[in-house]
Nanobody, 124 residues
Framework: QVQVLESGGGLVQAGGSLRLSCAVP????????MGWFRQAPGKEREFVAS????????NYADSAKGRFTISRDNAKNTVWLQMNSMKPEDTAVYYC?????????????????WGQGTQVTVSS
């Protein structure tokens, strides 16, 4: 089983920022797209952002556009999600995932390895 390790979650006030990190073994992630998903209480897991294997392509959910930025450094085996201008509706458990292919996939079925998640809470 591949370990996907998220970190950086926490409590932040509305309008604030958080930066999530995701570490994955190089042999697993360097040729794969990566993505962030989130699940709020009582809701289904939803796509947030994704990035292709070399960082050349990114996709964002409408709710994330203009506020969140996904990036990666394959030399460090790490993917980040910078979240700015946060809102209470961003409160959720955020999951990092490794895609089955090289593209910046947007649906969960295209992802093969998942982390345990990190809690993000935005207070109003």
């Amino acid at each position: 089983q591949v370990q996907v390790l998220e970190s950086g979650g926490g409590l932040v006030q509305a309008g604030g920022s958080l930066r999530l990190s995701c570490a994955v073994p190089r042999r697993t992630s360097s040729n794969n797209g990566m993505g962030w998903f989130r699940q709020a209480p009582g809701k289904e897991r939803e796509f947030v952002a994704s990035i292709s294997w070399n960082g050349g392509s990114t996709n964002y959910a409408d709710s994330a556009k203009g506020r969140f930025t996904i990036s990666r450094d394959n030399a460090k085996n790490t993917v980040w999600l910078q979240m700015n201008s946060m809102k209470p509706e961003d409160t959720a458990v955020y999951y990092c995932a490794v895609s089955r292919g090289a593209a910046a996939a947007v649906t969960s079925k295209n992802y093969q390895y998942w982390g345990q998640g990190t809690q993000v809470t935005v207070s109003s």
